[in-house]
């Protein structure tokens, strides 16, 4: 199946409810990957739902990751497709130069941390997340199995150092 930016897709959350998020740019930052937005508000199944009224709903969060992975696994399915993807230049992502295990010891806290916008030319450091830069999302491409558990949970199962 084709993909383009302003496609929207359901997915199951559980087995009598389903969330939605939208295609809305590739950040050449970050791999090429494609960027989501999630969306907050939770429906039935059956619920037949106009995408217009979707997108007017809370963003829940901002996430990288590869749609047509999850379609090819059927973990989600496009329902429609819509041109109003919301205000890029607004959205900010985060990671930490020191992620990951150094021998003996895991990284519970960062304060080596890098914030981007979608396509800037370079990460910006910033070191200890403060102000605005507490806001942005974890940058990383996750798979769709990580999408579906934050749209059912609110957060990533996997572990990523914290700010604080």
């Given at each position: 199946?084709?993909?383009?930016?302003?496609?929207?897709?359901?997915?199951?959350?559980?087995?009598?409810?389903?969330?939605?998020?939208?295609?809305?740019?590739?950040?050449?930052?970050?791999l090429?990957?494609?960027?989501?937005?999630?969306?907050?508000?939770?429906?039935?199944?059956?619920?037949?739902?106009?995408?217009?009224?979707?997108?007017?709903g809370?963003?829940?969060?901002?996430?990288?990751?590869?749609?047509?992975?999850?379609?090819?696994?059927?973990?989600?399915?496009?329902v429609?497709?819509?041109?109003?993807?919301?205000?890029?230049?607004?959205?900010?992502?985060?990671?930490?130069?020191?992620?990951?295990c150094?021998?003996?010891?895991?990284?519970?806290?960062?304060?080596?941390?890098?914030?981007?916008?979608?396509?800037?030319?370079?990460?910006?450091?910033?070191?200890?997340?403060?102000?605005?830069?507490?806001?942005?999302?974890?940058?990383?491409?996750?798979?769709?199995?990580?999408?579906?558990?934050?749209?059912?949970?609110?957060?990533f199962?996997?572990?990523?150092?914290?700010y604080?």
């Amino acid at each position: 199946m084709r993909i383009k930016i302003g496609d929207v897709f359901s997915v199951n959350i559980s087995e009598s409810e389903k969330k939605f998020f939208q295609y809305i740019a590739v950040d050449s930052t970050q791999l090429n990957s494609d960027v989501i937005r999630s969306f907050n508000r939770k429906y039935l199944l059956n619920e037949i739902v106009e995408i217009e009224s979707i997108l007017d709903g809370e963003i829940d969060f901002y996430a990288h990751c590869v749609i047509k992975l999850g379609l090819k696994m059927k973990l989600w399915e496009k329902v429609g497709n819509s041109n109003k993807t919301g205000e890029l230049q607004n959205i900010l992502f985060r990671g930490s130069r020191d992620s990951g295990c150094k021998p003996g010891e895991q990284i519970k806290f960062s304060t080596d941390w890098y914030v981007w916008k979608i396509n800037d030319k370079d990460f910006t450091f910033v070191g200890k997340l403060e102000g605005d830069n507490i806001k942005a999302e974890l940058g990383l491409v996750v798979n769709p199995y990580d999408v579906i558990e934050r749209m059912r949970t609110g957060n990533f199962s996997f572990f990523y150092p914290d700010y604080e």
